[in-house]
């Protein structure tokens, strides 16, 4: 069975710094990666994801995420944080044998001072 | 509407109390999803209906039965819940259930067992 972990339950940066948010998976296949936000109250929001091909991949709001298959990682960049960008981050990974069912990780806190 | 949309928003209900969460997506789907998210606990699938049938229960205890009466309407039927079902109940919509796919979430149902 597939699982993911995010190591770090907080991360508070300051406003116009980088951000990285690491999230971990194990799967004996290649995986397909999500990461989504989740804003206080709301549902999740896809940021982006990846199934195959370029390793880099592009989402919304600036994010980026890089698939490492040699570290089983695919964590989250953004160059420059915004103060809206406070929230909370999900890494999601799904497997190919297993219709559309994904496993989530515990979730990483954005905090971003002004 | 667009997308996915729960009602209600926000529910609080005794022990003893009958229940139900709706969810309707507008995305022409035919994968809905139940999720609950719990604090301090990563995203949990409940259950998984694709083409209206339910093809995954995620050894979900009984006082929680699912509905789908088609593809655009799912529902999560409530009765003799405890307080520890106290959570974010998230439905999610994806085109066919199958493998590699994204799943669109609703803002949620916050539901409060006293």
């Known amino acids: 069975a597939q699982s993911v972990t995010q190591p770090d339950i907080h991360i508070t940066v300051s406003e116009g710094a980088s951000l990285e948010l690491r999230c971990n998976y194990s799967y004996g296949a290649t995986p397909y990666l999500f990461w989504y936000v989740q804003s206080p109250g709301q549902g999740l929001q896809l940021l982006l994801k990846y199934f195959s091909g370029d390793t880099l991949v592009q989402g919304i709001k600036g994010f980026e995420a890089e698939f490492k298959r040699s570290q089983s990682s695919f964590n989250l960049r953004k160059p420059s944080v915004h103060w809206s960008d406070a929230a909370e981050y999900f890494c999601?990974?799904?497997?190919?044998?297993?219709?559309?069912?994904?496993?989530f990780g515990g979730g990483t806190r954005l905090m971003v001072k002004p | 509407e667009t997308g996915v949309t729960q009602t209600p928003r926000h529910l609080v209900m005794g022990m003893t109390n009958k229940k139900s969460l709706k969810c309707e997506q507008h995305?022409?789907?035919?994968?809905m999803y139940w999720y609950k998210q719990s604090a301090k606990k990563p995203l949990e699938l409940m259950f998984v209906y694709s083409l209206e049938e339910r093809v995954e229960n995620n050894s979900v205890p009984s006082r929680f039965s699912p509905e789908c009466p088609n593809s655009s309407h799912l529902f999560l039927h409530l009765h003799t819940l405890q307080p520890e079902d106290s959570a974010l109940y998230l439905c999610?919509?994806?085109?066919?259930?199958?493998?590699?796919?994204?799943?669109?979430f609703g803002p949620g149902t916050r539901l409060l067992v006293l």
């Open positions: 999610a919509s994806s085109p066919s259930g199958r493998g590699q796919e994204t799943q669109y």
């Open positions: 995305l022409g789907h035919n994968a």
């Open positions: 999601a990974v799904g497997a190919n044998n297993a219709g559309n069912m994904l496993t």
